[in-house]
């Protein structure tokens, strides 16, 4: 069983830089890729930016290329989602994830075995 701990939400001004942080009580190294996921008010769950165990590929959403990064630091078993020139789109709950098979695109929530329990991330303008 995997557990992931999402932190580092908040409010900010357009421009502005939020890092998120997910802690996984499993090893990281036993999934077949990492992600962080986010869902505004009406709207479905999206993928936003993924790391691919194998070979450590990373992969992001067009609209936060560029502007967001995500890592991994292995030794804490923890993921990070560094944002900046954040903008009011990206206000959205953002969920950190784990899959642990390759059946599907990575920005497709029903590949993912495990969610975070999501944490608010507001821009406003």
């Known amino acids: 069983q995997v557990q992931l701990v999402e932190s580092g939400g908040g409010s900010v001004q357009a421009g502005g830089s939020l890092r998120l942080s997910c802690a996984v009580s499993?090893?990281?190294?036993?999934?077949?890729?990492v992600a962080w996921f986010r869902q505004a008010p009406g709207k479905e769950r999206e993928g936003v930016a993924a790391i691919i165990r194998a070979g450590d590929v990373t992969k992001y959403a067009d609209s936060v290329k560029g502007r967001f990064t995500i890592s991994t630091d292995n030794a804490k078993n923890t993921l990070y989602l560094q944002m900046n020139s954040l903008k009011p789109d990206d206000t959205a709950v953002y969920y950190c994830?784990?899959?642990?098979?390759?059946?599907?695109?990575?920005?497709?929530?029903?590949?993912?075995?495990?969610w975070g329990q999501g944490t608010q991330v507001t821009v406003s303008s």
């Open positions: 994830a784990v899959a642990t098979s390759y059946g599907r695109v990575w920005y497709d929530p029903f590949g993912i075995a495990y």
């Open positions: 499993g090893s990281i190294y036993s999934s077949a890729y």
